[in-house]
């Protein structure tokens, strides 16, 4: 624990508000001030599950979620020192990234460049800017946003080799990977191995750096001061439901997607409800985090979304990028709905 007394007391005695993913927001602060005054303070009433602040630790950078956006948020700053904390609300880390295809779009890594593709990130978002943008200028955030992206794929690759040792594959060529060889890399034993070969790796060396991974930590609420920004985040234990109260000069959240709460795939993507998902508790738990601390969201809709929608088995959906196919079981049954995927789609269209 890093908080002194002083310091425990001033965040301890000064208001403070639980913006819970929950319905309720509880006060916190004995000296009640903007935040409402906590109900247990009125003598009438109790909120069930009420727990004052109580800050135990106190970071630059708390990441809440630890896939692949958990952990390429925090490589950065831990490569220049700073403070972090990155909790995960399962046993272990990876969320679906973990078990994900891992087929990623990043184009002029220096893999890349060094595998005879000239091609750098400026030249490829030319290439592409347009497309990408076209058709969102109602957001007048969307197209630096996507250049930001489209730019740090490459420095993500790039840094995942040069300072965290991720093993990726030799990139295709034009003649194995014709539409995409500049801007699909794969890890290192193929599809779906970027669990060994890139997540692990990252995790292991942002622990070798001083990051904390804290398993077991399930967030839900932000903690918010006066002035109404956020300065932290609630937890419980998974298991016995412990409150953890960890303070934040920044906090990321990078909970994954939505797709298994029924909830909000009714209420945002109605046409998709009765497809499978294969994820992994992906339930929105970031955007109700978000929403309830005052964060306000944006293209929910798959009039917005790129929706990338996979068949049954995904594996075998990516291996339709590089050629036509058509899978069938022993029996001699198809397994696939290729017609809703990528170039398998089309040629088994
Ligand atoms: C089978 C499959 C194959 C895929 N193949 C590809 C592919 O080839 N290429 C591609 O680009 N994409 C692919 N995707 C999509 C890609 O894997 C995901 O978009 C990506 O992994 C999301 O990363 P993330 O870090 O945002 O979320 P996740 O990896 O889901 O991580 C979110 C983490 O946050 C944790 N969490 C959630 N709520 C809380 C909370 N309240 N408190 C604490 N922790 C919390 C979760 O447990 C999880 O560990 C695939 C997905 C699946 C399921």
New binding site residues.
Partial sequence: MTISRRDFLKIGGASCIVAG?GAALAGCSPAGGEAEAPLAETGEAALVGYAPVNFTDEVDILI????????AAAMAPALAGKKIII????AQ?????????????AAGTELQQAAGNPMTVDEYWETIKEKQTAGWEQYDWFAEWVKGKTYANTHFVDSAINDFGAKFQEPCTEAELPRLFGSVILPGDG?GSGGPNILQPIAAKLGELGVETRCG????ALIKDPEGAVIGCR?EDATSGKVTDIKAAATVL????FADNGEMVMEYLPEWANYG???????G??HK?AEAAGAQMVGMDSSFTYC?L?GDI??CT?WGYWTPIVLVLPNGKRFIEEAQSHDAAQAAV
């Avoid at 990078?254 to 997607?257: H, L, S, V, W, Y």
Wanted: proline share 2%; net charge negative.
């Fill in positions: 993913a809440i979620g630890s896939g692949y956006a958990g952990l909790a995960e609300k399962q880390i990876g969320g679906d990234s973990a078990t994900s295809c891992c087929f990623m779009f599809i930590l399930r967030a839900t937890f990078a909970t994954g997607g998902q294969m994820v992994h508790g992906c339930i738990e970031g985090l990338n996979m995904p594996n990516t």
